[in-house]
């Protein structure tokens, strides 16, 4: 395999064990040739079978456990830089909590504190968007706290409601609450707020407009800011079919990548206003009615599906390991092709493409041969190839269950 910068000076650290945490060691092994070690009680088998993981086992995930085994990697690395990373919320705030206690050798590219929260805040990163000049859909914001009646809301049904800040709420979703809701009246609205305050949910919720069209309205950018604050990532993709099981509701798993010039510019200049450092995934959605393009979120990571990058040539972890290591904060990068990412079979994801238009474009890319799944990795296992493709499989049952069908709304 031909690698983008054989090097033998880094260690990647990966906190995590599922689909993402794969990927970012498979970019990691295509830029640079190394093996990733994967911090986590257990992982998903594409992992534990593959050739360039190394699993390090911890009795938990809490911080006294993953501090001690990145203390250990790093002494037995102790030529090498330690590169410690992580695509969830939780292990993003762990790494924070944990970095200044940390060997020398171990480099932990975070944003700043503060911007993170702010923008991990959807009711802070609406008012950024505006002040930016960027469009943002109807929104109300919703306190839980207390015991005071909830007025209703004044925006027109069906609506969507959603957690402002999902650090506040990842934890109710393993009790059974969804990370969206889609209401068709005030009284299921009511019913939500009764049932998120007997769960002890004291937090603020947005009432948002509903954005009418299917999954296929949806673009997704990934950018990355330099310790300089340049834009020297940029990569786009029109999304086709996102996950509709309640606790992954949102997350894209069949894109088609795609240079997005004039999203880059708006999102680079809201990016540069704050200061903004690393990684930055944002979600935008097309209203098929007016043409708007409105910016939904921002999470503060690499995101789930970094490899649709590396799949239309520009590697994240290559562009992060220039700039924190070798101080190249100033090339850019950009994606200038069409490629199908998908984590659904073909097939399916072709199944809820509903524009001709678009339908002639999935065939043609298919056909061309620019197709890429992130577990499909030629270099790596059989097994663990094998293990990917039964959970691409998976996903026809998991769709049959929650979204047989397209639908003009996405729910």
């Known amino acids: 395999m031909v690698f983008l910068m054989k090097r033998n000076d880094i260690q990647p650290v990966i906190l995590g064990g599922d689909m993402s945490t794969y990927s970012l060691a498979r970019e990691f092994y295509e830029a640079f040739g190394v093996t990733s070690v994967v911090i986590g009680m257990d992982a998903i088998s594409v992992i534990k079978k593959s050739r360039f993981v190394r699993m390090h086992i911890v009795e938990n995930n809490g911080q006294a456990s993953v501090e001690a085994a990145i203390c250990q990697i790093a002494g037995q690395a ?17 790494i924070e909590n944990i970095q200044d206690r940390l060997p020398a050798n171990v480099v932990c590219p975070l944003p700043p504190h503060d911007l993170m929260s702010e923008v991990s805040d959807k009711v802070r990163f609406q008012q950024l968007c505006e002040s930016y000049g960027l469009d943002v859909p109807q929104t109300q914001i919703v306190s839980l706290a207390g015991s005071d009646p909830i007025e209703p809301t004044n925006i027109p049904f069906p609506l969507i409601a959603k957690p402002a800040a999902s650090s506040e709420y990842n934890h109710f979703i393993a009790q059974g609450f969804q990370k969206i809701y889609f209401m068709h009246e005030q009284a ?3 019913r939500l707020w009764a049932a998120l305050r007997e769960a ?30 340049k834009a020297t990532m940029l990569s786009g993709a029109h999304v086709l079919l996102e996950d509709h099981a309640p606790t992954l509701f949102g997350n894209p798993v069949a894109m088609i990548t795609k240079p997005m010039p004039d999203l880059w510019e708006k999102a680079v200049r809201l990016l540069e206003g704050i200061g903004w450092y690393g990684f930055a995934n944002i979600d935008i959605k097309r209203d098929p009615k007016t043409g708007r393009k409105l910016f939904l979120d921002l999470n503060p990571r690499v995101g789930a599906n970094s490899f649709y990058s590396a799949a239309a040539g520009v590697n994240p ?3 992060l390991v220039r700039d ?26 072709r199944r809820y493409v509903r524009d001709p238009e ?11 041969g620019q197709v890429a799944n992130p577990s499909r990795c030629k270099a790596d296992t059989a097994g663990s190839r094998f293990a990917g493709l039964l959970m691409e499989k998976n996903f026809i049952r998991k769709f049959a269950k929650f979204y047989p ?5 996405s729910f």
């Open 324 to 349: 924190v290591i070798d101080g190249d904060g100033a090339t850019q990068h950009r994606i200038d092709k069409n490629v199908l990412y998908h984590r659904v079979p073909v097939s399916l994801a």
């Open 188 to 190: 299921e609205l009511d």
């Open 405 to 409: 069908e397209p639908t003009d709304t």
């Open 317 to 319: 972890m290559y562009v």
């Open 78 to 94: 102790a030529g090498k830089k330690v590169l410690v990373i992580a695509n969830t919320d939780d292990r993003v705030e762990l």
């Open 358 to 368: 678009l339908l002639a474009h999935f065939d043609a890319v298919v056909a061309a």
């Open 200 to 229: 002890g949910f004291g937090g603020e919720f947005l009432v948002q407009e509903l954005i009418e069209g299917d999954d296929t309205y949806m673009d997704s950018l990934t950018i990355y800011m330099s310790r300089e604050g």
